[in-house]
């Protein structure tokens, strides 16, 4: 243990917590540790703190009074009001210019809050996304800061010390933006995260019940495209539960009960995405199966009543693991492009200015989305700062379009065969509007007209101009106000 100040103080020794000190710790910093239960803080300083450089205090002012100026004091504790009732706790024993940070999974909205109270205070706050799970904190996370711009200088040698580090050596770390702006990211990230888990989990269901391939067969699959264009964090580890066999020898994947659970980000990328009108159509969709997912007992009970065609597959089982993984691989492309479509969306609404190419940086390493394309995503940002869809850049247009035959051949049969992949078909859905000059929205909007008078723009008119008829010859020339997301 050191006598010298900490440069960096931490409220919260559960997993993450723990072992995102270790990390802080062996990058040379030394680290304040508090736990509302203070034996925790006995036992990490008798544990795994033991003979290092962490200063264990056994109170929220002690812990304040170990600290370098400006003070840094990082909370990792539930999200909600454990959140605000810590910073309530802090704030008397900081001065001014002193930084608060959050680095749990905040609701961004409480994010943009929070830092108007604490710099109301005199102080600093930054929310910072931490992702990668308890490897990602103790080996090296994706961070993804945002709030008090003037506290950014004051923990950025700490946060990209820490953080993972792609390989030219950069940091997977930078400033996101003002207020809310890096656990709104955050929220994408964990958002894009449902959506990639889900399309994987719809391929693993077609190749067991279609093909009929075994888990070791699933294996060998997910192993090879581990090392082509899905190289990725959860292609890699889906290999691995695949190969992961029980105490019986049987693949412990399938003794697994399929509820799936979730701790809200999904459904808060959904709602945002709603608020602000942007068609993130596969993240929804991957909400949506967990819920069905969820429904268990339901589920059993219809499937007693309900029938359906008897999946039967007659094709070449190579070439459909091959179309497979361009479905993959084109649904995985959507999530991005509709991710980064709320983004910039929400950049406008908010007044953040993000840094599209850097965010993809952010998630190259560490985090649970880290794919080899991003680096992609990265260029096309480089190439134009104001792109306004991932899918007008050269090398995306070209990458979706190739894998579409594929990609399509997989949800006809999949339909044809009675097996759900709501993932990957309204990723394909999306696809086709996005590329359709002309939508069936003329007779909805028609609609919309005759039963509210809600009017109506013309083609033949220029845009800003709104009509309204009377259709059936018994209503007014009362126009109803119009609405738009």
């Known amino acids: 243990m050191t006598n010298k100040l900490a440069d960096i103080g931490l409220i919260g020794l559960a997993v993450m917590g723990e072992n995102l000190v270790l990390n802080m710790e062996s990058k040379g910093y030394t680290v304040a540790v508090f736990n509302r239960t203070v034996e925790k803080v006995d036992k990490f300083m008798n544990g795994c703190g033991t003979g290092k450089n962490f200063i264990g205090a056994k109170s929220i002012e002690e812990l304040c009074a170990s600290l370098e100026r400006p003070r840094k004091v990082m909370l990792l504790v539930k999200a909600g009001k454990p959140v605000d009732d810590f910073i309530d706790m802090v704030i008397p024993y900081l001065e001014e210019g002193d930084i608060i940070i959050d680095g749990g999974n905040s609701h961004y909205p409480d994010t943009v809050r929070r830092t108007k109270y604490v710099e109301s205070k005199g102080l600093l706050y930054i929310g910072t996304g931490v992702s990668g799970g308890e490897e990602g904190a103790l080996l090296g996370p994706s961070m993804m800061p945002g709030g008090s711009t003037e506290a950014w200088p004051h923990v950025k040698e700490i946060f990209q010390a820490v953080a993972a580090k792609v390989e030219d050596g950069a940091p997977c770390c930078d400033w996101v933006g003002e207020d809310g702006a890096g656990h709104f990211v955050k929220m994408v990230h964990n958002g894009i995260e449902y959506g990639d888990m889900q399309i994987i989990t719809e391929a693993y269901q077609l190749m067991k019940e279609l093909l009929g391939m075994n888990a070791d067969e699933m294996h060998e699959v997910f192993k090879q495209w581990n090392e082509e264009e899905l190289d990725s964090y959860l292609i890699e580890i889906t290999r691995d539960i695949l190969g992961y066999k029980d105490e019986d020898g049987e693949p412990l994947v399938e003794k697994i009960l399929d509820t799936a659970g979730q701790k809200g980000t999904g459904k808060w990328t959904g709602i945002s995405a709603l608020d602000l009108g942007i068609p993130l159509t596969l993240i929804g969709e991957s909400v949506f199966a967990r819920c069905l997912s969820a ?12 029938s359906g065609p008897a999946p039967k597959f007659e094709g070449d089982k190579q070439q459909f693991v091959n179309d497979l993984k361009m479905a993959l691989y084109g649904a995985k492309i959507i999530s991005y492009a509709q991710g980064y479509n709320l983004m910039m969306e929400a950049a406008k609404e908010y007044n953040w200015n993000l840094n599209y190419g850097g965010i993809a940086l952010m998630w190259r390493g560490g985090c649970i989305i880290r794919s080899v394309f991003l680096k992609d995503i990265k ?30 051949r997989v949800c006809a049969t999949a339909l044809a065969n009675g097996i759900p992949v709501p993932a990957l078909t309204s990723a394909l859905c999306y696809f086709d509007g996005f590329r359709s000059e002309r939508l069936p929205a003329n007779l909805l909007q028609a609609q919309r007209d005759y039963f509210g008078a ?16 009377n259709w059936t010859g018994r209503g007014g020339d009362t126009a109803s106000t119009t609405y738009t997301v």
Do not use: C, M
């Open 454 to 469: 809600h009017t109506y723009e013309r083609v033949d008119k220029p845009r800003g101009e709104f009509f309204h008829t």
């Open 295 to 306: 429904q268990k007992d339901l589920r059993v009970e219809a499937s007693k009543v309900i």
């Open 379 to 408: 260029n096309a940002f480089d190439k134009n700062t104001e792109l306004p869809n991932l899918l007008l850049d050269p090398f995306f247009k070209e990458k979706v379009e190739a894998t579409q035959e594929g990609w399509r």
